[in-house]
Every structure is written in structure tokens, then in C-alpha cells.
């Protein structure tokens, strides 16, 4: 069964950092492209970022830039590295699989490119 399991979620205050990790049970990363997105109560899902198959292209939501990394760790785990997390960063963040052999991940507004998504884990930014 394929399968993509999140965790590392928390509760911390603005400012501090959280380190995500998304790991596949049943399959390997090696052809997927991964994205990192996430669902603040009563809004829509959107995306973070996402990292193409083989680690040479990432994109980053313009409000994530500069404070989230994402790395792929080895053929069965990607980790997003969030820094300065602020209050607006709160939300279920999941992680998604793209079988896509192109050097550039999906647009991170085409969440309906991605085949497998985890259930999620929840970041929440308060003081």
C-alpha cells in the first residue's frame, strides 16, 4: 500500500522553527516530484513549496521565502526546515507525490498534479 506519512508538527511560539518530514511506506521518492502544502481553518489548501524528483528545482510560496527550506533527505523522505514561523503559518500541512520526471515541480497552485497525499500534520504558531 503507497502511502505518505507527515509528522514533526507542534505547538511553538512566533519566531522559533519546526522541521516536517514526510516519509513513503510502500514506494520511493525517486520518480515523484514532492510538494508541501497546507489548510489554515476555513480556508482553502495552498501550496508551500515542493522540490522536483531529483532534488535540482524547488519553488516557494512568496509569503514562505526565505524562511522555509525543503530537502529531499534520501529516496524515501523529504523534510520541509520552517524558520521564523509566524502566527499566519498555523494550519495542516501535508505533504503530496507527483510521478513526474521533469526537472521542475507542478505549479503550487495545481494541487490535481499530485497522485498520493499523507493526512496531514498540524503546525500551530502561537504566543
Given at each position: ?12 511560539q ?13 514506494f520511493?521518492l525517486?520518480?515523484?516530484?514532492i ?14 513549496s515542493c522540490i522536483?524528483h531529483?532534488g535540482?528545482?524547488?519553488k516557494?510560496a ?6 522555509f527550506?525543503i530537502?529531499r533527505?534520501?529516496?524515501m523522505?523529504v ?9 499566519e503559518d498555523t494550519?495542516v500541512y501535508?505533504c503530496?507525490a507527483?510521478?513526474?520526471f521533469?526537472e ?7 494541487l490535481?498534479?499530485y497522485?498520493?497525499w ?7 504558531v502561537?504566543?
Amino acid at each position: 500500500q503507497l502511502q505518505l506519512v507527515e509528522s514533526g508538527g507542534g505547538l511553538v511560539q512566533p519566531g522559533e522553527s519546526l522541521r516536517l518530514s514526510c516519509a513513503a511506506s510502500g514506494f520511493t521518492l525517486d520518480y515523484y516530484a514532492i510538494g508541501w502544502f497546507r489548510q489554515a481553518p476555513g480556508k482553502e489548501r495552498e501550496g508551500v513549496s515542493c522540490i522536483s524528483h531529483s532534488g535540482s528545482s524547488s519553488k516557494y510560496a512568496d509569503s514562505v521565502k526565505g524562511r522555509f527550506t525543503i530537502s529531499r533527505d534520501d529516496n524515501m523522505m523529504v523534510s520541509l526546515q520552517m524558520n521564523s514561523l509566524k502566527p499566519e503559518d498555523t494550519g495542516v500541512y501535508y505533504c503530496a507525490a507527483d510521478w513526474n520526471f521533469l526537472e521542475s515541480c507542478a505549479g503550487l497552485d495545481d494541487l490535481a498534479s499530485y497522485d498520493y497525499w499523507g493526512q496531514g500534520t498540524r503546525v500551530t504558531v502561537s504566543s
